[in-house]
């Protein structure tokens, strides 16, 4: 029985050992699979790898070197050594001045106003100087662009624009701020911006007048002693639009000056002056202003054409014309800033008012002599006259035929052959009856000669020329 047992025994410890040894074998042979399906063998590693090259070498996006913004020791600050200055000091604190070179692009002139005095101006404002504290190391000796969250961390030139009422910086879609840095340490500063400035305009000639205005700027805290400022390129560095047109004005010249200027209370500024010279176009005023005016005043010459007795004709047509004019004085004057002194178009329109003022007055005293000769002659035509003093009448020819003397002594009003009245008329009397020597030294003659018309006549040739004469000094001496 017991070497039954044994051999049972020895059976079971063989099967044993056979599973135990089929699973070991199964496992070993599964974890080498599993490892080739992950790795997979060499040579297909080696084609693979052979592919990606290929395909990198194709494709120029991956040629760009790596993005070192991925690098957190490769920070903008760190790489600059932001932190490792105090950026609230110029460049070279304690030292000589930092030169500051400035140059700018004026792109449009939005508008002259004449009645602010002043103007607005878009423009792209550079400044260039060196920082050594920015310097970094570079293999390519490329620059570095930033945009405006930089800048408030570095130290830039605090300039302002002096006389200026508004300015801004564009902020459409961010801010126009761009800031580059070499490796050197030169900075390239630039900003868009807008701006509303003082002109200072003398208008004793507008409209035929040329005025001058300027963008002054200059450092607000630090004088010549620290910041010197300066044009880059001298005249060259103001640049202008090609495309800058304004409606009143042609844009005759930009240039630019250096000055100094002093404030008592701080000490010297170096000041950087960008000069412009504007003519006004004088086409718009001529139309809107001269002519009008001058028709008015021509218009006020028709009355002198027009029969004296006709009271309704010729006093609306002067009382129209005198309003007219009034009305393109006020018009003028609106759109003008109220100076103290009088200017060109004042000189013309004033006198084209007096002109067509006295025209008004030329028929007021036309009126006038007319009413006072026709009371005369209906106070001599009421009186009576005594018949024994007349002469006897003498017998006149049928046909009509008289002469002069036939005419003075019966006191009757001479006419023109054609039936026109005549523009003389003249009322004698004669007093006394006898003929002679006696008669002679005893008639008293009374005698009314009256010629309302040869004032509308004289009016016809002096108003005109007069006007004329005018026109002339004046074009002479303002155009």
Not at 110 to 129: A, K
Not at 156 to 168: C, G, I, N, Q
Not at 281 to 306: K, R
Not at 341 to 351: F, G, Q
């Amino acid at each position: 029985m017991l070497t039954v047992h044994k051999m049972h025994f020895s059976i079971f410890l063989l099967l044993w050992g056979w599973i135990l040894s089929t699973e070991c074998r199964t496992h070993r042979q599964g974890k080498e699979i599993h490892e080739v399906y992950k790795k997979g063998s060499r040579p297909q590693r080696q084609r693979r790898e052979a592919h990606g090259e290929v395909h990198k070498q194709g494709s120029p996006i991956l040629k760009r070197s790596p993005d070192i913004t991925k690098s957190p020791l490769t920070k903008s600050e760190q790489l600059l050594r932001i932190d490792d200055h105090d950026f609230s000091m110029r460049p070279g604190f304690g030292g000589p001045a930092i030169p500051v070179g400035v140059d700018v692009q004026v792109e449009s002139l939005d508008s002259i106003s004449e009645v602010d005095m002043d103007f607005t101006m878009t423009l792209y404002l550079r400044h260039y100087w060196k920082d050594e504290r920015l310097s970094f190391p570079s293999t390519n000796n490329q620059s570095m662009t930033f945009d405006g969250r930089l800048v408030k961390k570095i130290w830039v030139p605090d300039v302002f624009f002096v006389h200026s009422k508004r300015s801004f910086i564009h902020d459409t879609t961010t801010d126009n701020v761009m800031l580059r840095v070499q490796p050197d340490g030169k900075v390239l500063y630039s900003l868009r911006v807008t701006v509303t400035a003082m002109c200072n305009m003398d208008f004793s000639r507008f409209p035929l007048d040329t005025q001058t205005c300027s963008l002054e700027i200059e450092s607000y805290a630090y004088t010549e002693d620290d910041l010197m400022l300066y044009w880059k390129n001298g005249n060259d560095s103001l640049k202008t639009d090609e495309r800058i047109s304004l409606s009143q004005f042609l844009i005759q010249e930009f240039h630019t000056t250096t000055k100094l200027a002093f404030y008592s209370s701080t000490g010297w500024y170096n000041r950087l002056y960008i000069n412009f010279t504007l003519r006004r176009h004088i086409f718009f005023f001529l139309l809107q202003t001269y002519f009008p005016a001058t028709l008015m005043v021509m218009l006020s010459w028709v009355s002198f054409w027009i029969d004296r007795r006709a009271v309704p004709a010729r006093v609306p047509l002067g009382i129209t014309t005198v309003l007219t004019m009034s009305t393109i004085i006020t018009g003028v004057n609106a759109s003008m800033p109220r100076v103290s002194y009088i200017k060109a178009v004042d000189i013309y329109l004033w006198v084209s008012f007096v002109f067509v003022f006295l025209s008004v007055l030329e028929y007021a005293a036309v009126n006038y002599l007319t009413t006072v000769q026709e009371r005369k002659e209906r106070k001599l035509r009421d009186k009576p006259a005594c018949a024994c003093s007349l002469p006897q009448p003498r017998a006149m020819m049928v046909d009509g035929s008289y002469n002069d003397g036939d005419v003075n002594e019966l006191g009757h009003f001479m006419s023109h052959e054609d039936g026109d009245k005549q523009d003389r008329m003249m009322v004698q009397l004669a007093l006394g009856s006898e003929r002679g020597s006696a008669r002679r030294k005893n008639q008293r003659y009374v005698s009314m000669r009256i010629d309302t018309h040869a004032i509308d006549k004289y009016s016809r040739i002096i108003f005109p020329g007069a006007y004329i004469l005018f026109n002339l000094i004046y074009w002479s001496i303002f155009s």
